[in-house]
T-cell receptor
Framework: SQTIHQWPATLVQPVGSPLSLECTVE??????LYWYRQAAGRGLQLLFY??????ISSEVPQNLSASRPQDRQFILSSKKLLLSDSGFYLC????????????FGNGTRLTVT | AQKITQTQPGMFVQEKEAVTLDCTYD???????LFWYKQPSSGEMIFLIY??????QNATEGRYSLNFQKARKSANLVISASQLGDSAMYFCAMKGTGFQKLVFGTGTRLLVSP
């Protein structure tokens, strides 16, 4: 069966510090990978998605970047965090098949102080 | 572009009763998928049920069923025999033809009381 791992679960970082969130998927190959952000009490906003190694599409221009160095690894980064980067970050994957449901990791709660 | 509307910010139901969470959508794609997710207070998003636009029958998964009315563009989630563990945020989402992002509604918070 497929599993998705996301870490860390919580993170408190000062403004201006770097960020690296990691997500890995097991039990499948060539998944589509996604990073979503959820502000407190709100819906999900798609940040990045990837259909293959080194292929990253950005949905919202901002202070963040993503990379996919390996088939089942997706990394969300920032060189300098802003207060507005605080939120709940969710990694997700699905099969490269129409209408394949997304399966989410447990999320990372990021607080920028 | 796809749009999902969930008009109920909060719903209350007593344990063992059924509850319907509303979802309407808008799309110009001839083929699309509709999804429901549950988000407990711990934060993870749990996939519940899927309905394809060409499916003839309403989807069911255990206590969850999807009341799909294509002409009205609605895809309401019905939870039968509510349990205390059903208390959570519920998100409706849809995806159009080809590789398109999953678009989420703003969610409905369900509270199940004893």
């Amino acid at each position: 069966s497929q599993t998705i791992h996301q870490w860390p679960a919580t993170l408190v970082q000062p403004v201006g510090s770097p960020l690296s969130l990691e997500c890995t998927v097991e039990g499948t190959s060539n998944p589509n990978l996604y990073w979503y952000r959820q502000a407190a009490g709100r819906g999900l906003q798609l940040l990045f998605y990837s259909v293959g190694i080194g292929q990253i599409s950005s949905e919202v221009p901002q202070n963040l970047s993503a990379s996919r160095p390996q088939d089942r690894q997706f990394i969300l980064s920032s060189k300098k965090l802003l207060l507005s980067d605080s939120g709940f970050y969710l990694c997700a994957w699905n099969r490269d098949r129409e209408h394949s449901p997304l399966h989410f990791g447990n999320g990372t709660r990021l607080t920028v102080t | 572009a796809q749009k999902i509307t969930q008009t109920q910010p909060g719903m209350f139901v007593q344990e063992k009763e059924a509850v319907t969470l509303d979802c309407t959508y808008d799309t110009s794609d001839p083929s699309y998928g509709l999804f429901w997710y549950k988000q407990p207070s711990s934060g993870e998003m749990i996939f519940l049920i899927y309905q394809g636009s060409y499916d003839q029958q309403n989807a069911t998964e255990g206590r969850y069923s999807l009341n799909f009315q294509k002409a009205r563009k609605s895809a309401n989630l019905v939870i039968s025999a509510s349990q205390l563990g059903d208390s959570a945020m519920y998100f409706c989402a849809m995806k159009g033809t080809g590789f398109q992002k999953l678009v989420f509604g703003t969610g409905t918070r369900l509270l199940v009381s004893p």
